[in-house]
């Protein structure tokens, strides 16, 4: 992956410095376009891919491990057989060489937050941000609509999404929700998540139920609190995402 965003930013230098012709950089048949974002697991990039004649995202992993590859191809798989609109629509998985990556619908729209505010805090400090809630109360009851079906998709799957908060959530320029990002997708009776460092609980704390925060087994009832925050611009408590290593 390294390699890949290597060769990425040397033809771009080679373009916009020195004037050269722009080599395609690809992987497997897909040509890189730009980069879109970066998290645990992996980068994402937007991609043109050859065979479907149009741009999608695709997703690389992060590290070599067994247990990095195990956690990436389920969130692969585990969203691959359920297709609804308010979840991000799944292609591909593949590699190339020894880099393994999956494609994904590549989601044009803008985060949750800047859809219903219009703007998104500039830091994690939400000391200055102000209290007032979303006054447009029409547009509050259609994303959260959406939302929740989306979420009822995957837990008449018997899945749980397991890190849903507003960061997550993209609205298309047609007013589409679509919530994203798997990485810490698991079965509802699951508690802790075999991860790359062992048993642990994942998630956003400001946004976790209380028997997900604490290790134990999970029921599609606790998703309350991401509407919080959308609402009011006030999470119900301070915090970013982690992981902790679950007790013995």
Known sequence: MQDLEADRLRALMRATVFGQPRQPVTIDRYEIVRLLGSGAMGLVYEVFDPKRGEQVALKTLRGHSPRALTLFKREFRALSRITHPNLVGLYEL??????????MELVRGVPLLRYLWGAEPESPDEAELPLT??????????VFAQLAEGVQALHHAHKLHRDIKPTNVMVTHQGRVVLMDFGFVGDESVGTLESTA??????TPAYMAPEQALGGPRT????????ARPSTWRSPARSRSTARTSPP
């Open 220 to 227: 599609p009832r606790a998703t309350g609190t991401p509407s």
């Open 198 to 203: 062992g048993s642990m609980v994942v998630g």
């Open 94 to 103: 593949g590699r190339d060489q020894h880099q393994y990556f999956f494609t």
């Open 133 to 142: 809630p979303v006054a447009d109360f029409p547009r509050l009851r259609a």
